[in-house]
Nanobody
């Protein structure tokens, strides 16, 4: 069974930083051609793609986080990270990691429906 487990969420002051991590276990596919991504979703809102990275190293960010968030992955440890700087109160959401046995899109963060496996999420709160 594929499992994705996020950690690192918490509460910070607006302008603060957090690092989220996601560990994948039970992955039955080849490690090549794997898309991994971070999403966030607030209550009553659509799930928003934040950043993605695939096995070829192609990275995409949502415009709203460019220059502040950095996505990275460690294939040897089957893990994904998201370093977030200058967090804003409106970015207080549940953050999810997701993975799919395919490459990511070339020019944008994938749509949620494109990813087959999801974690349960971790809460991030930035207080003003």
């Amino acid at each position: 069974e594929v499992q994705l487990v996020e950690s690192g969420g918490g509460s910070v002051q607006a302008g603060g930083s957090l690092r989220l991590s996601c560990v994948v276990s039970g992955w039955p596919y080849s490690t090549s051609g794997v898309c991994m991504a971070w999403f966030r979703q607030g209550s009553g809102s659509r799930r928003e793609g934040i950043a993605s990275i695939d096995s070829a190293g192609r990275i995409n960010y949502a415009d709203s986080v460019k220059g502040r968030f950095t996505i990275s992955r460690d294939n040897a440890k089957n893990s994904l990270s998201l370093l977030m700087h200058n967090l804003k109160p409106e970015e207080s959401d549940v953050y999810y990691c997701a993975a799919n046995p395919d490459v990511c899109g070339a020019n944008r963060v994938p749509y949620p429906a494109s990813l087959a496996y999801w974690g349960h999420g971790t809460q991030v709160t930035a207080s003003s």
